[in-house]
């Protein structure tokens, strides 16, 4: 039912069920906010969205009062001008005074506010507690100085990641947002997703940074520097520089890197492709034997940690194969490099990714050859960009550079995992291939597409019929496992990605991305797919030349040495 109100002096049409916020987005009118995230119910926590309503006393929260037919709405009378002012004042009262040190400067939501409402001076002065900052994670830290109490962080990590690592401790003038015993995160069911990171307005939640590291190390003699890029890295630096992320991108990206300091630069997707050949073999070998069915993908380390932490009983279902960020850093060590004629203690490799849980996984012992680890540095999105600025260069004057290793060859199906459903849709195809000899009819899965958070497809292979999964936000997972253990699914595959739709959306993309940007990611990976030569991993010629002079069969013992990793299963009682 539509009826009329007035917002502002002007009528405006309105819908039974909208809320204020709701028609005020619509017509475009900005009213701030701090805890509202769009795509969850509202909670009208943070107050700072309020408008006036003729004959209401009290000033109302936009985001979570519904519109009736009688309203007259002002969203900014001198009242709800003050009133809000007074709620930043009162914010800023107790925070820190560090904004030119702050990993969040100039992309503040508080500051933007303080700013919005024209504060230039501290009008009230809260005690302020000495509260330590929470580094002890691998991905990731927290600065509970820095929290406005919004609680954007708790829903997301409890509504979309279902992991509840943190929540409100206290109450009232006493409330905060903590872990549990305050332990810290690294001692929660944290998955090290870095989603948390995403919504937070302000600098109380990060990545763990290794700017400084990557920097010393392209400065030291002593070491030959090399660099991995995920597949959903070109199109989100594009953004950040305003390019159009179009084929040059990628070659404009290799010679950024290539000016920064790196010796060699490698695509992770080719990678990828390895990851296909070892996983593909893994599963006809389970299928055969009817063995540890469904087999989950392990690519994704939050999903891998968590049913590691919480789903110990699914570890035998993990595919044991690296992932790919794993796997290009010890191919590089072990056998890439060598035709630099380095040795593998001097080769320091660094991975750009969309993710701060691969922070985590290359920290994680089980990835180490020998002594070192498979990777001595991993970077975000968000890093990589801040690098690229500090050391001048200008993506607008660089010529573009094509590989300069054959081992950044890949194949459209490496390309594809940094999208939910990709790394399934690469996967089947060369299992539709190894079970038959034959290339499916049409490589594109549409069911595997999109942004839904759950996708399913029935692909046939010759006389067998595969059902497979594609899974994205960790929340959606709990469904599909009761089924499971209940027996109510056939599923033989399932792709898990902890994040929402996938790794274009990591903990370590863009801060303030929107589905704009997830859909112009999405469609560029999608696009290498219609434009590339070659769209499966086995017809991959580095990845056939690797299996002939360095590794065995797909599948094979020694592979499961090389690529492969040990799981601890728990006994059974």
């Given at each position: 039912?539509?009826?009329?109100?007035?917002i502002?002096?002007?009528?405006?049409?309105?819908?039974?069920?909208?809320?204020?916020?709701?028609?005020?987005?619509?017509?475009g009118?900005?009213?701030?906010?701090?805890?509202y995230?769009?795509?969850?119910?509202?909670?009208?926590?943070?107050?700072?969205?309020?408008?006036?309503?003729?004959?209401?006393?009290?000033?109302?929260?936009?985001?979570?009062?519904?519109?009736?037919?009688?309203?007259?709405?002002?969203?900014?009378?001198?009242?709800?001008?003050?009133?809000?002012?007074?709620?930043?004042?009162?914010?800023?009262?107790?925070?820190?005074?560090?904004c030119?040190?702050?990993?969040?400067?100039?992309?503040?939501?508080?500051?933007?506010?303080?700013?919005?409402?024209?504060?230039?001076e501290?009008?009230?002065h809260?005690?302020?507690?000495?509260?330590?900052?929470?580094?002890?994670?691998t991905?990731?830290?927290?600065?509970?100085?820095?929290?406005v109490?919004?609680?954007?962080?708790?829903?997301?990590?409890?509504?979309?990641?279902?992991?509840y690592?943190?929540?409100?401790?206290?109450?009232?003038?006493?409330?905060?947002?903590?872990?549990?015993?305050?332990?810290?995160?690294?001692?929660?069911?944290?998955?090290?997703?870095?989603?948390?990171?995403?919504?937070?307005?302000?600098?109380?939640?990060?990545?763990?940074?290794?700017f400084?590291?990557?920097?010393?190390?392209?400065?030291?003699?002593?070491?030959?520097?090399?660099?991995?890029?995920?597949?959903?890295?070109p199109?989100?630096?594009?953004?950040?520089?305003?390019i159009?992320?179009?084929?040059?991108?990628?070659?404009?990206?290799?010679?950024?890197?290539?000016?920064m300091?790196?010796?060699?630069?490698?695509?992770?997707?080719?990678?990828?492709?390895?990851?296909?050949?070892?996983?593909?073999?893994?599963?006809?070998?389970?299928?055969?034997?009817?063995?540890?069915?469904?087999?989950?993908?392990?690519?994704?380390?939050?999903?891998?940690?968590?049913?590691?932490?919480?789903?110990?009983?699914?570890?035998?279902n993990l595919?044991?194969?690296?992932?790919?960020?794993?796997?290009?850093?010890?191919?590089?060590?072990?056998?890439?490099?060598?035709?630099?004629?380095?040795?593998?203690?001097?080769?320091?490799?660094?991975?750009?990714?969309?993710?701060?849980?691969?922070?985590?996984?290359?920290?994680?012992?089980?990835?180490?050859?020998?002594?070192?680890?498979?990777?001595?540095?991993?970077?975000?999105?968000?890093e990589?960009?801040?690098?690229?600025?500090?050391?001048?260069?200008?993506f607008?004057?660089?010529?573009?550079?094509?590989?300069?290793?054959?081992?950044?060859?890949?194949?459209?199906?490496?390309?594809?995992?940094?999208?939910?459903?990709?790394?399934?849709?690469?996967?089947?195809?060369?299992?539709?291939?190894?079970?038959?000899?034959?290339?499916?009819?049409?490589?594109?899965?549409?069911?595997?597409?999109?942004?839904k958070?759950?996708?399913?497809?029935?692909?046939?292979?010759?006389?067998?019929?595969?059902?497979?999964?594609?899974?994205?936000?960790?929340?959606?997972?709990?469904?599909?496992?009761?089924?499971?253990?209940?027996?109510?699914?056939?599923?033989?595959?399932?792709?898990?990605?902890?994040?929402?739709?996938?790794?274009?959306?990591?903990?370590?993309?863009s801060?303030?991305?929107?589905?704009?940007?997830?859909?112009?990611?999405?469609?560029?990976?999608?696009?290498?797919?219609?434009?590339?030569?070659?769209?499966v991993?086995?017809?991959?010629?580095?990845?056939?030349?690797?299996?002939?002079?360095?590794?065995?069969?797909?599948?094979?013992?020694?592979?499961k040495?090389?690529?492969?990793?040990?799981?601890?299963?728990?006994?059974?009682?």
């Amino acid at each position: 039912m539509q009826f009329n109100i007035e917002i502002n002096e002007q009528q405006v049409s309105a819908k039974r069920g909208e809320t204020i916020k709701n028609v005020l987005d619509r017509i475009g009118i900005h009213v701030p906010t701090l805890c509202y995230l769009n795509g969850f119910s509202p909670t009208g926590g943070c107050r700072m969205c309020v408008v006036e309503i003729e004959g209401v006393s009290e000033l109302v929260p936009s985001c979570s009062h519904l519109v009736t037919e009688w309203m007259k709405i002002k969203t900014h009378s001198p009242r709800v001008l003050k009133a809000r002012k007074v709620l930043v004042e009162l914010l800023l009262a107790s925070h820190p005074d560090d904004c030119l040190y702050c990993e969040r400067s100039r992309n503040c939501g508080l500051q933007d506010l303080a700013d919005e409402m024209n504060i230039r001076e501290r009008k009230y002065h809260g005690k302020r507690q000495l509260v330590q900052i929470d580094k002890a994670c691998t991905s990731i830290v927290r600065d509970p100085a820095k929290c406005v109490l919004c609680g954007r962080c708790i829903r997301v990590c409890d509504e979309i990641i279902g992991v509840y690592a943190i929540d409100v401790v206290g109450r009232g003038s006493e409330s905060r947002i903590g872990t549990s015993y305050n332990k810290g995160l690294n001692m929660q069911t944290c998955v090290k997703c870095g989603q948390c990171i995403m919504v937070c307005p302000t600098g109380a939640l990060s990545e763990k940074s290794s700017f400084q590291v990557v920097l010393d190390a392209l400065n030291n003699p002593e070491l030959f520097p090399v660099i991995q890029f995920s597949p959903t890295i070109p199109a989100s630096v594009a953004e950040e520089f305003n390019i159009k992320a179009s084929k040059d991108i990628l070659n404009l990206l290799r010679a950024a890197l290539k000016k920064m300091g790196f010796n060699q630069v490698f695509d992770s997707s080719m990678a990828a492709d390895l990851t296909i050949m070892e996983e593909a073999a893994e599963f006809i070998e389970r299928y055969n034997k009817q063995v540890n069915l469904p087999m989950f993908t392990s690519c994704c380390p939050a999903w891998v940690r968590y049913v590691e932490e919480t789903k110990p009983q699914l570890i035998k279902n993990l595919s044991t194969t690296c992932s790919p960020q794993q796997m290009m850093g010890r191919l590089i060590k072990n056998y890439i490099t060598s035709s630099a004629s380095q040795k593998p203690e001097n080769v320091f490799v660094v991975s750009v990714m969309p993710c701060t849980a691969k922070k985590h996984e290359a920290t994680t012992d089980r990835m180490k050859d020998g002594t070192s680890f498979n990777v001595d540095a991993v970077i975000t999105t968000r890093e990589l960009v801040k690098m690229i600025r500090m050391l001048g260069i200008d993506f607008n004057s660089l010529e573009p550079e094509s590989n300069d290793t054959a081992f950044s060859m890949r194949s459209s199906s490496g390309n594809l995992f940094g999208i939910s459903g990709g790394h399934l849709e690469g996967l089947m195809r060369t299992i539709h291939f190894m079970m038959t000899g034959q290339e499916m009819s049409t490589l594109k899965i549409s069911e595997l597409r999109g942004l839904k958070n759950k996708k399913e497809a029935r692909i046939k292979a010759g006389k067998n019929i595969l059902n497979v999964m594609a899974v994205n936000g960790l929340a959606h997972v709990n469904a599909v496992i009761d089924d499971i253990e209940a027996n109510r699914t056939d599923c033989q595959i399932i792709e898990v990605m902890a994040c929402p739709f996938g790794c274009i959306n990591g903990g370590g993309q863009s801060l303030g991305s929107d589905e704009k940007n997830l859909k112009t990611r999405m469609k560029s990976l999608y696009d290498v797919d219609d434009e590339e030569m070659i769209k499966v991993a086995h017809k991959n010629p580095i990845i056939t030349d690797l299996y002939e002079k360095f590794l065995a069969k797909p599948g094979s013992g020694h592979n499961k040495e090389l690529l492969h990793l040990s799981r601890i299963i728990p006994e059974t009682k």
